[in-house]
């Protein structure tokens, strides 16, 4: 027979339910539905939070905190705006701006979700028939570079958004908005490979070039690799005209793909940030990755200035 439980236990069994509830409590906005985080399955079904899903959460909210003042922004002068939300997956990051601005303070505003996987796309549409989103939400299944020709997607969008959005889809997901003409792009890059698969593929023992130690260990060639295909990131956005603010999404010991780039349109096209971008490039020894990294009709155009 099962031992019986001490009148001892008890007490120590609800404190720490009432602590879970605390920090449950804790983590979700005043202005958001614990409905909806139960179907997004963020809040299990007795409207607790276990260790991945309030990761996932504390990321989603906390990119929601830095999307705010532009959703803001736009809604003052386009009430209309459209946002691109790239590698969706499920549509968390869609489904809390929608529950916590659109709705609320946005009515006309469009948030549009890219995920190739039919599954996730078709269950999303249900859940945003479910909570009364449709008018505010669309779903496509597509990949980030489908995206980019379709014509289901309006030719102008004011938002560009990619969290985690692996290796290129994240560059493909700024290519989208810089095509678009979106005057912001907000990504949050993750696992990076093709900067460092090319570091790999291309380095010497001992080149003359110190610089070359900093990719000579394998386990360096990644960290730089992912340092570098960030720092080309800000630069090609630079010289489209972007203003560019780079910061952690959450701190280290929620997730270490963590960065989180804003960039905002201000101005025409920069030529010293061209300049350094193929310097860049030209000096670390990845001269075939200036067409992934900036536009070069762009530079045509200046040129012809």
Partial sequence: MPKAISSAAKPARSRKASQADAQTIAQ????????????????????????????????VNHLYQFIEPALKALTEKKPNWTLVDHGAGKSYLGFILTDRFVSRHAPQAQVISIERREDLVESARALARDCGFEAQMTFLAQDTQDALESTEIPEQID???????????????????????????????????????????????YSQDPISELWRRPIHTREFGSHLTNTLRCLQLEAHGYQVTVTELVGWEHSLKNELILA????SPQRQAIDRLESLLDRIGLPALKERFFAPELKESLTNA
């Fill in 159 to 205: 938002i560009t958004t990619a969290l985690h959005a692996c290796d290129t889809a994240t560059d493909d997901a700024i290519r989208f908005g810089l095509k678009r003409q979106s005057e912001y792009i907000v990504v949050v890059p993750c696992c990076q490979a093709e900067v460092a698969s090319l570091l790999r593929a291309s380095k010497t023992p």
């Fill in 28 to 59: 979700i906005a005043p202005d958001q539905s614990p409905a909806l985080l139960k179907a997004l399955h963020i809040l299990t079904r007795d409207g607790r939070l276990n260790q991945d899903s309030r990761r996932k959460l504390k990321q």
């Fill in 264 to 267: 905002q349109r201000k101005g």
